[in-house]
């Protein structure tokens, strides 16, 4: 019997993980909940995807505009193993509350502090740390991206020491919410809270992150340097990351030379959404200086995190004891395997 | 047998007619061209697509970098029917004459001027007109977007005369050429070129434009105005449109309020590279006044003269006589059908 | 004796009228208000322009962080004459019935209704119209914009109909609310509300409007089209121009082709703050096809109605008789005049 | 008697540098240089300021634009005693010879290499260096913005290591050169230059640098990470800096959070042209973490380095032997002493 997901408001993420979620033979949707009667409402009734309003007082509106509405979150709550709760950031614990009562598991995304859960979770780093817990974080686009690049060199070659700048975009494509036009904007409380994030994931980590806003909607990008505790070659740490799953190579000298190219890759490889769920890493822009290393990264906000919800379900709901068999499964149903 | 077709040109246009092409069963892509070993030139060798240089002298540096060429521009010519010209503008006449040379037809884009070939096409307007050419051109995005919201409201309704001010994107997602970052560029020179454009596809139409430029890569937005010689409601001006293929409805009381939201629209709905092949008209934003219409629409600049350029080929290669079939052929196959 | 003025309001508008009017010799500023200790508080107190908190719940804020305050609104209300209001929009009612209890005049800017104030302002159309009223509002930037340019044509030539496309700005250059970072949307409720504005100072004119909004901080580009009574030259149509007030021409064929470049003509001229409180046309973007004008015109969004609010104020305190005269005045001490 | 000086090259430097010129007592311009007869030239016109073509091939363009020219470059050499060569980058080396061969000093900006002068200069770290010289560099923007905070933090604390992220505007505000629109590129090329130049100055320095550039006109902004000698408060290091010339602190607990409001600031001052020619550093974005300092700092890339040219010319014509002297004096004349 499949594993039967809910998922707690269907936008920029939840979205996608319905998608990926629809491509598993482990799991099922049985309904998203929405507040609005937006567009994403009524597409989900096309695709004849069960549609649950967050709360009772939302339900006139939907019903008002014609859309088909299956109950509300608590109905949701009661015919699912599991939430993923994609609802906006620092709303999760109200929702907590709601998930438990229900007896359900829940997974929380990244806008959410690591101790709703007391477990942040990375496909990578750190699988079996969600085995059957009640709950858990997936950490942020920015610090799954860090994570995904970071852990495989910490392991192969030890970091003394990292300090990251991110430079992040200004909003989603989509999204009508506080960036500058034409500004660019520091996050001026120091040390950031990307550090401690990816802490939390590894905490052994010695890392210091800064990092500005840019009036972009074109994916973060990382300006990443590591003190490594053994001497390595540009070659060597481009060999890890080749066998690492998740992490996809472009090359300034083949045209690939900013977010947009990027984005534009997607497309062409005809990639749903024009998504890229891998980290990108511009194999012409890693240096080793003695033994420090330098590397910039590019991470498609929207969609990253996705496998790891993926994975996340199964280390949560017992599905498959072994993280590679649980990532190699998951990218190949969704078009990212190595 | 299937006729067979070149694509000389193989960037934004030119890869979404290969990709267009690849779905119908009576034409099929011989080959490709282009100019330097970029990555798109990789992925036509990873999709199997024949790949030639556009000229002999770039062959060497497709070698180098271990790309796999079946020849050049004029060996593709001795094996196609007809080309499918998407060289960047004002090229086309030096290619003109190695197509007339080579004895093939060709289908020329928006880029060049009307005298290239002496036929301006569009499906739905002057189909005939391109009946067995050896030459004709694909008007390009903006007036091919004119001329699909306004063709059928001439007809129903007849008009005495059209204004439209279009607001151009500044440059395509991955493209660096020429956009101002935070500024708008009239074209001063006046009346601009989109009036005399339509006409050369719909030369009784009296219709003026003027237009701007905008730091945005989505979509141009047009803002019409036409005084109609009939007196219509709004709703037979969208009843009218609605019967007619390519033209698409969203509303900004479902949330689609910009182009970007257009743009999500179309990712959301899985569309290949999030095109819209289709002229988008905000429902909510059509009006008329006594007799004078009012409407915004939204242009997919990369993508909405595709399903032209494979109506015209059936045109000039006698393929298919009734345009509404040719029509409907290409949009189910494309995906775009009503 | 100087009319003694305050300013409700020391934003955008604010802070550019509290400038102006230390130019003149017939008013002087008394006070200005804030809401909160911002940036723009200091400066207040930097300058010795007294500070007036907008409420008195605030006045603790500002004294907290040690900016010094004269008192608060109603305080400055009873030491002046006449307030310009220069609050966000919207908020006008509210202040109109505290102006009333306090027996002052006001000034309200275009973010209002006409409602509020019976009477809407343009130094050149309807000088006489505030001529010793209690209230006026002078009318928004694009408003001003439209008028200054359509006015002394339809003096002229007469104009039958006007239509005009208005590219908006996003948002100011240091503001963070609310405009896409790559998107352009379109105003959908047709006709927009710029039409019914400029005829609230030109009842007379039979004029259109559609607007978009294009993610830039650089001017208003507005497409006007107009059909005239007369038959005009475009030279005749720009000698009009070029004896009326408030108009400045540049040109593309000297560099000028963007709105970031007239901006930057302002900085080069040494404009305070790098404003143009003129309307800009471009002279080789003007063409008379016929009987109908069109032209480009570009407004500077955060200054082109700081003379009117001068004028504004003498003709409610009757210090001037004579439009034109007061119009000379202020551009003169504003370093605007021909 | 002045100091005659002549600006090889008439744009975003160059009007500056005369702007500047214009202010001091000890020097005068003889005359400027432009290859087009654009607006900037125009203005040179209004501004009595001589007007000489780049070459003599030019000089006929400006003619027939009514623009009245002085003479060639040639002959503006023949009458100064030094030459501000704010040519564009990679230019410099033909013109060196035409300054060498007419006997003149030359200053040459940041777009060349250190080597055309074989002295880089910046007015604190090595004033003494450009004594009498023929020939100096004033390095570019970035560099002068990371020597004008590190030189004062590494005299004092003394420092290890120094990384910067920078992050660059795409273009000036009315450049149509080059700059995707919606995108951020990273500098490929690892280490950047941007260490190595700051190293033609400072050249005991351990300092990495990456960058990217980000879609905005508005400023570089970097973040800078430095490992100190000695330890340091976060105030101590502020202390520093407030007694540094050309730095200036900004608070974004004021509302002073981007970039875009620190340029407002600059207008709100009344800084000619909106400029800040100081650094700016965010009082509340500085950090130490034990030994390890962070922070950010905003860099006015079209006038930070005027007074540096200012202050070179005194060193090569040797006008004043104290650097400090003549820092004081260049500030204090172009309003931003402290």
Redesign the interface.
Known sequence: MKVRVGINGYGTIG?RVAFAIAKQDDMEIVGVTKT?????A??ANKENIPLYAAKQEFVEAFEKEGIKMAGTLEDLLTKVDIVVDATPGKMGKEYRAMYEKAGVKGIFQGGEEHGIAGISFNSFANYHEAWGAQFARVVSCNTTGLIRTLFPVDNVFGTERV?A?L?RR??D??????????????T?K??THHGPDVQTVMPWLNI?T??????????H?H?V?ADLKKKAKGEEILSVWDNTPRIKF???K????????I???A????R???DFMEIIV?E????V?EK?L?Y?QAIHQESDVIPENIDCIRSMMKLEKDPLRSIRKTDRTLGIGK
């Not at 609005?36 to 994403?40: D, G, T, V």
């Not at 494509?173 to 520091?186: I, S, T």
């Not at 083949?254 to 190219?261: E, F, L, M, T, V």
């Not at 012409?284 to 240096?287: A, C, H």
């Open positions: 979205k609005k009667p937006s567009y994403e009524r597409l300090f700048a430079v200004g909003a494509p989509a999204d009508k919410k506080g960036a500058l036009l034409n500004a660019v904007e520091p001026l120091l040390p210091q800064m990092s500005v806003t840019a009036p972009t909607t074109m994916m990008i300006c340097t472009v090359s300034g083949h045209g690939i030379k900013s977010s947009a190219q984005m534009e890759l497309r062409d490889l005809n749903p959404r024009g511009w012409d822009g890693v240096k200086v420090t330098y910039y």
